[in-house]
């Protein structure tokens, strides 16, 4: 499984079989666990494969636009990280929508624009933000907690999480993989350093599983209640759900629908998907970027061209580049840059041998 | 597609005569004028009629959930004012789409609520507004400049209008119907009296539309263009369009897309269907009460019964209620209320005999 | 302090005392520890102190509006719950900014309300919501962390938290009192019952404690770093803090700056100070009431008036009333009520000898 | 008052002289009007003389932190166009506020960067959003109707507008300087070209000043009240107001109070002080940009360097550029680009002979 996530699974087939190793309900039926790095990972329960199959089923005759490509795996659970999932379960509008609406606003000027894919560009290019918005993606995401608080600070979306106040959380936390057990950056506050090797490692590694394991068992006998619904002591009350909460460890996996518009997932897209990110977020953010391609492929690649892959350059670094064009000598001193602005200038144009 | 549209309250006879009497393209047809207050009518374009027709006739299949209903009338021009329409051009979800957000945030909780009509009734009963933000609308809709103004205000949807910097607006200004040229009303700044009458009324007319026709007519020399695009005078220049747009008066056409999600949609017809909204914007909302209806009935019926037909009370009004209830005596000066509190208090519960 | 809390502090005196046992800041300060609950509460931190005093310090001469309330307990650490605190540390606008811009809206019109709280309850009462966006509050708030994630679903602020993924969260997590420490309701999912007892009482905050100083210690093991800032171990890396941080339990302490307009301040106390509201954000929400009639009286008058003691009802429940009024017989059936909504209205008005 | 007003860049005389030209309240006082190319300008009344002057009077006291050059023109009218104006009546925050919340968010990972100018252009270049939008400041602006609407797309701001519902809007209209009167581009749709000159000139500006003055004149006659509150015709009743206004061109002048925090309106620079936009509305975000230097220096630096003179540049672009940093050849063919992308790389690094 962790080859496939991020580069999305590439046919209905594989996704199937993953699907079969997640859950977003309670209830669990029990089925042989997998394991992983000595974690048995949650499967899907009955009620849940039966939801799903009901999902796809359906054939609905409408005269709106469709996309075929994201028809094809809607409602599907792509698997993200040991426990989580993406879900396309609803959208509105394709390409054509974007270039519906750009040439209701520009009229007979969008003219000289002759096709789609140069309309898209053209608005991608000048920052036309309101045709984008034309378009909206809904989620069903089941992701770590602590990745939940970061993803959330993107304020222009919908969202309905599953509330812990209500119901009792499944018992699944995050665990990284031993490759992705980094260490702090020494030179880069937020970044990650080298991979934790060997004792260290599994020291680690077990520390995150114990704590996780004992809150979790905690939360049950605070609660009451086993994650399965039954009791634990028919003469004692449980605990509010909305207090034992509280002692859950921050990989706990929650869920929720997440809709937003074209042009905000983009935003969020460009920031999650960026190797500043962090490795958690942008598991997530990758097979969203498969999601996308699927659904509006034109303004995929426009994305891909203009935001991800460009680059802005400031006042100053104009000059510094003009002057490299031109031949001529430039210095740090002469530039007015900082070192680190030197350095993210030298490195976006792949001048290695000029960083300092 | 002209049988289905009569589903706006008069006739579908009456709804289906004025479709035809609507554009929203340039390039206008010749075909014979349809008068009413003397007012020549615009008539729909031969590529307005293909586009409709393209639209309308086409079948996918998806996956996704429909709203049956609201499937008949998507793409309909719905008339509005004398040059005006509302169209629905998508969607997204229907009522199940509410009830699945609510039950995954409030998983085992919701089972207490046994039926979909009962769960979307106490969302909205006690402001739960997430779970209605999962459905999303999107409208075509002609309307004038200065109801435009208005409506925009609603800053939680997304837009893309006509822009006159591009192109020409169309030759279609708004004129009451001699039954809605109210006067100014004495006792209310912004509300209005009488109906004005005789030789007043046909004055206000003469003003309003010859005003709109000379200001448009000089637009054309300004632009040194007409509105089927003919160039006037090949000898001259033509003012740039953003700046010659200045001259047109607030009642001349514009268009836009307009698309938000059902909470925002609701907000919007709160305030707008109300009897307190002026007369030309409550036209588009009470068409669009009715695309509400046919998109998620349910829905529709909590919305009436809670916003639209409820009432607020404040607390001192709660407890002159109170005394009403206990049949104890309770004046004005006793409620604290202000004498514009206590008559619009006792106008909502019909005490008329009470107010003062 | 306790009994302080949520009652808001009356003296500045008060306030002062209280301030000495919270923190913001790490590298605490070695003062006496306070206890309860045989927990030890955190203390300022000497650089904190300073922050304080330096901020109070400074007087400059301004030609905007003050609020004098405001500024007498501006930068102030208000406690709320054991290691948080609420501080305002900057405000745009008063009571009389909203009056300026609803009198620019509406011109001479409002010159029939001839007050500036006439027009304030006028604008309260009728919905007029853009006047009150008018003003800006910036908050200063140290919360558990599970009560962040109820309050960042008001999107409508502008956040910026403290970020585990640069630095090292502080040792200070949540722990009720024992009067807080509810049992779940057996009649309302969301709800709390009775208080836990005895045996089970002391169970649970042991938990609770264990837990949380376990995950902390491990979590510092994990970075191979005290919350000091000192090296557990030379020899070793430490694990990535944007890792680390996901073995916290959920009442581990965050802080943020959080700004928001009044109008959507009051959205948020209308939701979060009400009785169904989570305690514990209630008791923020319970501070931040009384910063607000601090800084805008009037408008905190109509407030209390029309949002938090007013009450909503249906149009069904207005046909109710309206028979109750006439001394006429009605019964749930007729009402066309549900029995929750029946006892909604019933309890609304205190007329309990009619709920069933 | 009239002292203070000259901060703006060019001279106070200047300023102060148009200070005196401009309104925002109705009622007159009958000075000798100034006229430019032939138009009488409104000139201030002496209600507004005085609320300026009372506004500007007050000194209060704060603990709250101040920003010296903005407190010098806080209130000030500056001249926009031939009627507007732009007052800053409102602010909250400095750049040290930016600073403050940078700090909180990122704690001790903030320490490399030593200088709060060191952080904030820090944050600009790395698009950190957050810490910008805790500074909030508030405009009053008196502007062209067809101004406003295409500022009020910018959905991110608090705006209260002078309602023609209930008021009588002020008879005061754009009409350009003749330098001012451009063209139709003929080779951009949405572009000025060469400036209209002799005769045509004098039409245009003709057509626009008696169009003006003639629907407001009938505006005048359907409300039947004068601009001044003196009634027409006692025998009659007026047009309601909110119908009444439908009658106005769109270059008359309305004025809103607009809010908006500090990385929204840059937002709004960036894109209305852009040499793309209209000429109109960047007369105004060219004074806002004046507003912003003086109310927080650093970030406006910043802003001019990495978002204003700064360029992006797109993945293929950055291939050209790379390969004309080498000094390899390069053609339109080999690189992928549009002719109008090759056009827009090139001339953004004044590569003018590379142009096609």
Chains 1, 2, 3, 4 share one sequence.
């Not at 190793?21 to 009955?46: A, E, F, V």
């Not at 309309?119 to 089941?142: A, G, V």
Request: charged fraction near 25%.
């Amino acid at each position: 499984m962790v080859e496939v996530v991020g580069t999305a699974p590439t046919s209905a087939m594989v996704i199937t079989k993953f699907v079969y190793r997640h859950s977003w309900k309670t209830n669990l039926i029990n089925i042989k666990g997998i394991t992983r790095d000595s974690i048995t990972i949650m499967k899907l329960t009955k009620e849940q494969l039966k939801e799903i199959k009901n999902q796809q089923s359906q054939t609905n005759n409408t005269k709106r636009v469709i996309s075929p490509e994201l028809e094809k795996i809607l409602y599907d659970a792509i698997p993200a990280l040991d426990h989580g999932f993406v879900r396309v379960v609803d959208y509105m509008g394709d390409d054509t929508s974007i270039v519906q609406a750009a040439r209701v606003s520009y009229g007979k000027g969008t003219k000289q624009v002759s096709t789609d894919s140069g309309l898209i560009k053209y608005l991608m290019r000048h920052w036309h933000s309101t045709p984008f918005e034309m378009c909206e993606i809904k989620y069903h995401i089941k992701l770590p907690i602590f990745i939940a608080r970061q993803w959330i600070r993107h304020r222009t979306a919908n969202v309905n999480e599953y509330s812990a106040r209500y119901s009792i959380l499944d018992k699944e936390f995050y665990l990284p993989t031993s490759e992705n057990l980094a260490a702090q950056s020494t030179s880069n506050r937020q970044g990650r350093g080298n991979v934790l090797e060997g004792d260290q490692a599994k020291e680690v590694l077990k520390l995150l599983k114990d704590d996780a394991e004992r809150t979790y068992a905690n939360y049950e006998i605070m609660l009451n209640e086993r994650y399965d619904g039954s009791t634990i002591d028919e003469n004692k009350k449980g605990l509010a759900r909305e207090l034992a909460r509280m002692n859950l460890t921050l990989n706990t996996y929650t869920q929720w629908y997440w809709k937003t518009d074209l042009l905000n997932l983009m935003n969020f897209l460009r920031l999650r998907a960026d190797h500043h990110a962090q490795y958690e977020i942008r598991v997530y953010a990758d097979i969203m970027l498969d999601t996308l391609k699927k659904w509006v492929p034109i303004t995929y690649e426009a994305f891909m061209d203009y935001r991800v892959g460009g680059t802005e350059i400031s006042a100053k670094g104009k000059l510094v580049i003009k002057k490299l064009i031109k031949g001529e000598e430039i210095s740090i001193q002469d530039s007015g840059l900082s070192k680190r602005e030197w350095n993210e200038l030298m490195e976006a144009f792949n001048l290695n041998d000029k960083m300092i």
